[in-house]
């Protein structure tokens, strides 16, 4: 099955579960190939049931900015720029690669619309830093303790399965809103 075919032609609940119903096959032997699609293809699905405040894009940068803070998992960078040809809630897709948070913060009149980050680099945040950032910015990471740090959602392994994971608190407290059917399909922390 091509995740990137799929993910183009199903809503997210369909693309979710189909997913789910295959990771038994996917993770048996926990391939890194697979797991970089899977990821790339739940931030593409979740960037389509995600409001973010029409501030954010500016009429002279059409773009829809997906961050990547640090050095994304093995293969995770080639699937993230293939999503460049793409396009979500009627803005092309660009990915912008940050090795550091001086990169984040110095992004001259662009606004990351989704930053997915691995702990390693989401540690060197400060809570201003992460607080500025929940106005306008989805945090995507990798575990619970990101969730329990400030971050919104973190696509985790349990179970050979991915899974989402939600901080509702920090994203009801920001103006970033997720519709239902992409609410229904996470887990609390």
């Known amino acids: 099955m091509n995740i990137k075919h799929l993910a183009n032609q199903c809503g997210l609940a369909l693309l979710l579960t189909n997913l789910m119903l295959m990771n038994t096959r996917v993770y048996a ?36 900015s997906i961050c990547v803070l640090g050095q994304p998992e093995e293969q995770l ?16 897709i660009e990915v912008l690669q940050l090795q550091n948070k001086q990169q984040l913060f110095g992004l001259s009149n662009k606004n990351c619309a989704v930053l997915y980050t691995t702990d390693e680099q989401w540690l060197n945040l400060t809570q201003p830093e992460i607080t500025q950032l929940t106005q306008t910015t989805l945090l995507i990471g990798t575990s619970k303790r990101f969730l329990q740090q400030g971050g919104m959602l973190a696509l985790i392994i349990i179970d050979n399965k991915m899974k989402i994971f939600i901080n509702s608190t920090n994203i009801d407290n920001t103006p970033i809103k997720l519709e239902s059917r992409l609410k229904a399909l996470t887990k609390p922390i």
């Open 29 to 64: 032997q926990v391939d890194h190939d697979k797991k970089a699609q899977l990821t790339a293809a739940f931030i593409y699905q979740i960037t389509k049931f995600t409001l973010w405040p029409e501030t954010l894009f500016a009429k002279t940068n059409p773009l829809f």
């Open 77 to 92: 960078d080639q699937y993230l720029f293939e999503l460049e040809t793409k396009s979500t809630q009627g803005y092309n």
